[in-house]
């Protein structure tokens, strides 16, 4: 192997440790969650939502922290309820569970913060983002009416809103792993590249070549 694609290989390795280095990093960085009083009950019932790690504006910004709505069935569904997190990015509400048949259905937090676009007109609307971390999403079964609601721990199992959607911890593992793969081959690549350095300072006739090489 040539020095010069040595260490073409070991630069663009680097770049591949740095860009999983800050995958991980994003991946690893806090998830909004919510927990539910139960995880089951009857349409009518009255469950109590708790959430952590929402996104909270620093002091010096001035800015109100953005609320939290808490919606059934999706992003796009009907409103439950809607809380402000405090300076430590929790929040609580209570909502009642709608007339619905009896399932699994899907608890969603939002959190959406209005920013104006740079290069926007001056009366352009503000669009709304997505904080990172969210939405978050708890699962809520409803029972049957007549049917026993036994006891169950609290659920804050992220569900999916379709099968091609994968869990938050799914691609934390997956990026962690890559990341140390990427770091084995950086390290491989580095030990070549300082034996390649080695060998081009000694004399040709001193260098060892193996058979039929």
């Known amino acids: ?16 440790v740095v860009g999983l280095v800050g995958a991980t990093a994003f991946a690893c960085s806090n998830l909004a969650t919510v ?27 001035g800015l109100p922290p953005s609320k939290v709505v808490v919606h059934w069935q999706g992003e796009d569904g009907p409103i439950l309820a809607e809380a402000v997190p405090d300076r ?6 209570t909502f009642t569970v709608p007339q619905a048949a009896p399932g699994m259905y899907v608890i969603t937090a939002t959190q959406l913060t209005p920013r104006v676009i740079p290069g926007a007109a001056p009366d352009a609307p503000p669009t709304y983002f997505a904080e ?14 007549g049917e026993s609601v036994a006891a169950r721990a609290p659920t804050t199992e992220p569900v ?54």
Not at 1 to 16: E, I, K
């Open 1 to 16: 192997m040539r020095l010069s694609t040595v260490r073409w290989v070991v630069s663009a390795l680097v770049g591949m």
């Open 132 to 145: 990172p971390g969210t939405p978050a999403r708890a699962s809520f079964e409803v029972v049957a009416p």
């Open 160 to 213: 999916s809103e379709s099968s091609g959607d994968l869990d938050s911890t799914v691609w934390v593992v997956l990026t962690a792993a890559f990341g140390a793969v990427a770091l084995s081959l950086f390290g491989g690549g580095l030990v070549a590249f300082i034996h390649q350095s080695r060998q081009a300072k000694v004399p040709a006739e001193a260098r060892w070549i193996p058979p039929g090489w």
């Open 35 to 61: 927990i539910l009083s139960s995880g089951r009950g009857h349409s009518g019932a009255i469950i109590t939502l708790t959430g952590a790690s929402f996104a909270y504006p620093k002091a010096t910004s």
């Open 88 to 93: 430590f990015g929790s929040i609580s509400a």
